[in-house]
T-cell receptor, first 114, second 113 residues
Framework: EAQVTQNPRYLITVTGKKLTVTCSQNMNHEYMSWYRQDPGLGLRQIYYSMNVEVTDKGDVPEGYKVSRKEKRNFPLILESPSPNQTSLYFC?????????????FGDGTRLSIL | AQSVAQPEDQVNVAEGNPLTVKCTYSVSGNPYLFWYVQYPNRGLQFLLKYITGDNLVKGSYGFEAEFNKSQTSFHLKKPSALVSDSALYFCAVRGYNTDKLIFGTGTRLQVFP
């Protein structure tokens, strides 16, 4: 089954404790992206990657890191999480054969930073 | 700069009635427009897209959307709402020659029996 898998689905942690949210897709997609969803703000892009070893900042990259060492994986790293990073996070992927490709989303990771 | 607006936070409709969820956009050049739906505890699912051609686009689950260039709108519609259509709906736009997809703030659709 074609899917985008995120782990963990839920995490409660404390300020300053490094964490990684993993994202993996099995569709051989070139393009992958991370979003955060906050009430009243919709989805905002954090980082995206157009292929292996190519990453770019989205609209809200501060406090986050990403890497794309393999095509299927695109982990999101919070080196020193803070309470304002409490949010619902989504990983997405799509073919990069044109701007008309819809994105496939994971089921989300709800992070609470205390 | 690209932007998309969903002017209604919530839309309430009775089952069997037609529904409309509104979306307006601002983009340089021709827009690529998308609708996604989000059910509780799930990621967004693609519903339909407008790239070019016919202004009326048909998508999944009986939804359709009408592209109106003069009004820069892309409203989502369904002739007869179901209770199971209750969800959060997002409009998104991507401008020509850009790799960024901009999402609206979402509209919660509530269909009452």
């Amino acid at each position: 089954e074609a899917q985008v898998t995120q782990n963990p689905r839920y995490l409660i942690t404390v300020t300053g404790k490094k964490l990684t949210v993993t994202c993996s897709q099995n569709m051989n997609h070139e393009y992958m992206s991370w979003y955060r969803q906050d009430p009243g703000l919709g989805l905002r892009q954090i980082y995206y990657s157009m292929n292996v070893e190519v990453t770019d900042k989205g609209d809200v990259p501060e406090g986050y890191k990403v890497s794309r060492k393999e095509k299927r994986n695109f982990p999101l790293i919070l080196e020193s999480p803070s309470p304002n990073q409490t949010s619902l996070y989504f990983c997405a992927s799509s073919l990069w054969t044109g701007v008309d490709q819809p994105q496939h989303f994971g089921d989300g990771t709800r992070l609470s930073i205390l | 700069a690209q932007s998309v607006a969903q002017p209604e936070d919530q839309v309430n409709v009775a089952e069997g009635n037609p529904l409309t969820v509104k979306c307006t956009y601002s983009v340089s050049g021709n827009p690529y427009l998308f609708w996604y739906v989000q059910y509780p505890n799930r990621g967004l699912q693609f519903l339909l897209k407008y790239i070019t051609g016919d202004n009326l686009v048909k998508g999944s689950y009986g939804f359709e959307a009408e592209f109106n260039k003069s009004q820069t709108s892309f409203h989502l519609k369904k002739p007869s709402a179901l209770v199971s259509d209750s969800a959060l709906y997002f409009c998104a736009v991507r401008g020509y020659n850009t790799d960024k997809l901009i999402f609206g703030t979402g509209t919660r659709l509530q269909v009452f029996p």
